[in-house]
């Protein structure tokens, strides 16, 4: 049981906290103090593709504004949904029952569409006759979203979507299984872009606001690392190690990063 002396002392510092950050310094749609806040660099666009955000919850706890819910917030034309096992989910399985809809996930796959190469004329045809195109996104670290994909029977039926990335992930703090593998931003942010060229989308550059917004919390995330006075702090080393120096973890090495058709 906690003694009177602990009890005032546990609550004269937390006053002292709420008076070292009022309530109104704090922006309540990243909770971060509006000095560190990024939400003015998000410009929400819309686009004709209607995205569902399937979010992890360790990625939903940990994260105030990071890469799932800077896209979340960049798409107009979207919305979150957290879990593990969609099986059972009813506004996944409303969507994915509704005539009015057609459902993909974006996930790599064998027999998966890739509109950076394949014919995406039967997209453009559904879009016509006023079908609504809904993609999926699983958010969650590369092993997590295989988990996801595994224990969900409903997403595991849906036809994927992909795209051929030309480039690696800017995503310097954070290490990647592969080359391949881009952060959830920058797969949107470029799937997106390969949609404009063939004429699913058009957008007309709007989702590189998506990009400033992720380098600002990249740069963020840095600052915070080489600041003594967070417990993030990292001794004053470079909050990341520099990716020529980096070895990739043995077990991506021998398992699958993606869960097979």
């Not at 702090?233 to 077990?251: A, W």
Request: glycine content about 4%; aromatic content about 8%.
């Amino acid at each position: 049981m906690m003694d009177k002396a602990t009890y005032l002392q546990i609550k004269s510092e937390k006053a002292a906290l709420e008076i070292k950050h009022a309530r109104e310094n704090f922006c309540f749609k990243c909770v971060r103090l509006k000095l560190n806040c990024l939400c003015h660099l998000i410009a929400p666009f819309q686009t004709d593709f209607h995205f569902v955000m399937l979010m992890h919850p360790m990625e939903e706890k940990k994260e105030k504004m990071g890469t799932g819910k800077i896209t979340k917030n960049s798409l107009a034309n979207s919305h979150m949904i957290s879990g593990v096992d969609f099986s059972e989910q009813r506004e996944v399985n409303a969507l994915i029952n509704d005539p009015k809809n057609y459902c993909m996930v974006l996930y790599p796959g064998k027999t998966a569409v890739n509109v950076s190469i394949d014919n995406v004329g039967p997209f453009i045809e559904m879009k016509a006759r006023g079908l609504r195109l809904v993609i999926f996104i699983i958010d969650g670290t590369w092993a997590c979203a295989k988990k996801m994909m595994r224990q969900s029977s409903n997403l595991k039926n849906l036809p994927r979507i992909s795209f051929t990335a030309t480039h690696t992930s800017i995503f310097e703090i954070k290490e990647q299984p592969a080359d391949f593998c881009l952060s959830t931003l920058e797969s949107i942010h470029f799937f997106i872009k390969e949609c404009n060229r063939v004429g699913l989308e058009a957008t007309n550059g709007l989702e590189d606001h998506m990009v400033v917004a992720f380098k600002a919390m990249i740069d963020f995330q840095i600052k915070c690392s080489l600041d003594p006075n967070l417990s993030s702090y990292t001794r004053g080393k470079l909050g990341y190690s520099k990716k020529e120096d980096r070895i990739r973890p043995k077990k991506w090495l021998t398992r699958n990063i993606v869960l097979a058709d």
